[in-house]
């Protein structure tokens, strides 16, 4: 373990990748800071720039920019009352509050310093976690990963915002479009309608930028493009005593909460901030007061979304699974650098695991020098007109996207996907099951498929091993309590109607 | 439903050695099955007329077509004209026609875009992009 960890240090505290680290998180803050692009448009578009570099640099700097927007995002929150991430949204509620009362200084500080410790304090689980659960994911088969994969993807549409029967669509969506290309069992092509360039499939870098980029932007741009900054003068970052005794507990809740729900599949940041938010209202002294500027609504928040942010690597980085969409870009990108995310990944390519790890560390010091002396800088780059930037993020969209195979027909896709995402938001469907649906199209094809040879065409191996029938039960029981607690809605509305 | 018809196409085979067009076919058929209960939940729902009055209410369908037809003439005049000059006339267009930026800022940051642009894809990291005409 001590050889590994000395790896890890020694492939971090490589120049090269202390700069992608930084640039990373840079642009992680930087995204976080700018409402209208998430983590997911900006590793997506940057994912074609990692090509020349090398993997563990490469997912150093996706990591990076996902970790950094958690932190960033809450700087929106606080200042504008406009959530630069979605995951800072319910740090709107107390944060803009706090700054109404002139208290955006401690705010800010709290969010940066609780997202340090809830970061720091998850990336030790991820290094205690992950290698175990490797370890036991070897002996995982096929019907095991189809379980996990079916479960990951119904507990993601249980927990979206809208509609479950809407969110378990897409998933079916998701999973056709995966289906695009060479079938990798009998080499047949599979819906590419006589186009070339559709036998390796729909790339990932166009669907995820139309879907979650270009549509963000249309969404933004049908409205007038006009924001308000809160004016404030930041002073005195460093939270008084009294912060911190109210905090101390809200920022462990935060983290714990964070750390456990990150690891689920379908969980992740968003998640984790909204029940952290809710536990520490549930058990505050003062819950009334929450909603006017209250610092553990800041406090609790930042450190849930910053804590699942990490541990939502061990997942991926052990099963091959990724739990959220995020980490299907991330997944993405470690198949077109040619390193298959798994239990093998940590024995096989000591030096990515435990060098991203490692450079986490790193990156959560780098990211608290960032946020707090430096965040006028990012205060200043809010007033730069939304309608300067938008073409920017879409240029930088068409060059990322372009660049990828040098073909204008990966344009017309994220085009494509750009205007299927913005209706999807208009009809209230959720693109995440969609985008984490196609990603795992693949895997959950070959493990269905080798499953039913492994049985002779019986679906209960499923039920006939330990984990896959777990799995399968909780699969199960959401969707019969998702179908029985609607079929309970409409006969409560039916008497009034 | 075409999905299906393309996947029943594709051989289907069995459940013990399913062919490649079997699992395409039965998401297919449960996608279209579904989509069917939402069609009729929403030509029976009650709510289904003054939600959708909602969703586009205050839409600026101006500033939204702009940019689609920006995006899709870029992309058909990316290979004639070339990275720099379809980039210029983009950024002009997103600026000035969609944000309604005044003329001379509209240019400047046009320029300064393609140029930095142009700096960072094409020397810095070697893209490929097309020529335009006279080399441009």
């Known amino acids: ?497 | 439903m075409g999905a299906c018809i393309l996947a029943y196409r594709l051989r289907l085979g069995s459940i013990h050695n399913p062919g490649a067009g079997l699992i395409p076919f039965g998401v297919a058929g449960l996608l279209g099955f579904m989509s069917i209960g939402l069609l009729l939940r929403g030509l029976f729902g009650s709510t289904v007329g003054s939600q959708r009055e909602g969703m586009f209410q205050g839409v600026q369908w101006r500033g939204v077509t702009l940019t689609l037809c920006g995006l899709l003439g870029y992309g058909a005049a990316f290979p004639i004209l070339g990275f720099r000059l379809s980039t210029f006339f983009l950024m002009l267009l997103f600026i000035g026609g969609v944000g309604r930026q005044k003329w001379w800022l509209t240019f400047t940051v046009s320029l300064f875009t393609v140029v930095c642009a142009y700096f960072i894809f094409v020397v810095w990291l070697g893209c490929p992009f097309p020529v335009g005409p006279f080399g441009i």
């Not at chain 1, 109404?100 to 709290?110: D, E, Q, S, T, V």
């Not at chain 1, 969404?219 to 003068?233: D, F, S, V």
């Not at chain 1, 965040?375 to 372009?402: D, E, N, Q, S, T």
Request: aromatic share 10%; net charge positive.
């Open chain 1, 1 to 497: 373990m001590l050889e590994y960890f000395t790896l890890g240090i020694q492939v971090a505290l490589q120049p090269v990748n202390l700069f992608y680290c930084f640039a990373g998180v840079f642009i992680g803050t930087l995204i976080g800071v700018l409402p209208g692009i998430g983590p997911v448009g900006a590793m997506s578009l940057l994912l074609p720039a990692t090509f020349s570099v090398s993997p563990v640099g490469a997912i150093i700097m996706m990591s990076g920019i996902f970790y950094g927007a958690q932190y960033g995002g809450s700087t929106t929150s606080i200042l504008v009352n406009i959530p630069g991430e979605a995951s800072s949204v319910i740090t709107c509620l107390d944060g803009y509050q706090m700054a109404r009362k002139g208290r955006a200084g401690p705010a800010l500080g709290m969010a940066a310093i609780g997202s340090f410790i809830a970061g720091t304090i998850s990336i030790v689980g991820l290094m205690v976690l992950a290698y175990p659960l490797a370890k036991a994911a070897l002996s995982f088969g096929p019907p095991e990963y189809f379980a996990l994969m079916c479960l990951g993807l119904v507990v993601l549409t249980f927990l979206t915002q809208g509609s479950m029967y809407k969110a378990l669509m897409m998933a079916l969506l998701g999973i056709l479009l995966g289906f695009v290309g060479l079938d990798m069992f009998t080499a047949t092509s599979r819906f590419t309608f006589g186009v070339n360039e559709l036998m390796d499939g729909i790339g990932i870098v166009p669907l995820m930028m139309g879907l979650f980029g270009v549509s963000e932007i249309l969404t933004n741009i049908e409205q007038p493009m006009k924001r308000k900054i809160y004016e404030t003068k930041i002073k005195g970052l460093l939270p008084n005593l009294q912060d911190w005794v109210v905090c101390k507990w809200a920022i462990l809740r935060g983290t714990v909460i964070g750390f456990f729900l990150g690891i689920l599949p379908g969980g992740g940041a968003v998640l984790a901030s909204f029940v952290s938010y809710a536990i520490e209202k549930k058990v505050s002294k003062y819950p009334e007061k929450f909603g006017t500027g209250v610092i553990e609504g800041v406090a609790a928040p930042e450190s849930a979304n910053n804590a699942a942010a990490q541990s939502s690597f061990i997942p991926l980085l052990s099963l091959g699974i990724p739990p959220n969409v995020v980490m299907a870009v991330l997944f993405g990108g470690l198949l077109i650098h040619g390193i298959q995310p798994g239990p093998l990944l940590i024995r096989s390519h000591p030096e990515i695991f435990w060098g991203v790890v490692m450079s986490m560390y790193i990156g959560n010091v780098m990211l608290l020098a960032l946020n707090l002396p430096l965040i006028g800088m990012w205060v200043r780059i809010l007033k730069v007109p939304y309608a300067i930037l938008f073409p920017l993020i879409l240029l930088f969209c068409l060059i990322g996207v372009y660049s990828v195979n040098n073909s204008v027909l990966d344009i017309y896709l994220m085009i494509l996907f750009g205007v299927v995402g913005y209706l999807m938001r208009k009809f209230d469907f959720e693109p995440a099951p969609l985008a984490l649906a196609y990603v795992l199209s693949p895997l959950l094809e070959t493990s269905l498929r080798q499953s039913l040879n492994i049985s002779g065409g019986s679906f209960l191996i499923f039920f006939s091993r330990p984990i896959s029938l777990v799995c399968m039960v909780f699969v199960i029981g959401l969707l019969v309590f998702q179908i029985t607690s609607y079929a309970k809605r409409k006969r409560s509305i039916l008497p009034v109607e």
